[in-house]
């Protein structure tokens, strides 16, 4: 009875979320109302507000939620990781350049980096450095994200993959580097 229970909720939060981002293509998200993510998902605003304070609440449970997805999958360890978290991206990309337009990707993804460098315990050595590098990565990974969704360049995944991973190696041994400055 509980597992039935827990898949409506996460189902319920499913439909928010899918009418949140199809709702975003045609406004900012800030302008949409609950009433209209309720009419469109088919959810009372009850049940919303079961699971949600404000519009804001849900988008970023949402933004969250997905980029723990990618960060957890681990891609950053390994090429076939890396293909399989982009064709995952790739395949919600609606979603994705919505995080990245309203600057959710951009936020998690360095607290992502600030963390794998803090927990490689260099963080402290120069934090200026830090800051740096990781505003370097960060802006050129979330670049690299926004065109590949926007543009729909014709590479294949297991190529942008090997190329996320070359510069994710090559910033992390720039890091290690980086350490005496």
């Known amino acids: 009875m509980r597992k039935a229970a827990d898949r409506r909720i996460q189902m319920t939060k499913r439909m928010l979320e899918e009418e949140l981002v199809r709702a975003s293509a045609f406004r900012d998200p800030e302008e949409i109302s609950i009433k209209q993510i309720c009419e469109g998902a088919g959810v009372s605003r009850v049940t919303f507000y079961k699971y949600y304070g404000s519009v804001k ?12 997805r990618v960060i957890d999958a681990d891609g950053y360890q390994s090429s076939e990781n890396m293909e399989d978290i982009l064709r995952y991206i790739l395949l919600n990309r609606s979603l994705y350049l919505l995080l990245i337009e309203k600057g959710y990707y951009e936020k998690f993804m360095e607290k992502y980096l600030l963390r794998q460098i803090h927990n490689a315990g260099i963080a402290d050595e120069n934090r200026e450095i830090t800051k740096a590098q990781t505003q370097y990565a960060v802006s050129g990974l ?40």
């Open 57 to 68: 609440d849900l988008m970023d449970e949402t933004a969250e939620t997905a980029l723990s």
């Open 142 to 181: 979330t670049g690299l994200m926004h065109w590949c969704l926007s543009s729909q360049p014709d590479i294949a995944p297991k190529k942008l993959a090997a190329l996320i991973l070359k510069f994710h190696q090559s910033w992390n041994s720039d890091v290690l580097e980086m350490r005496n400055l």
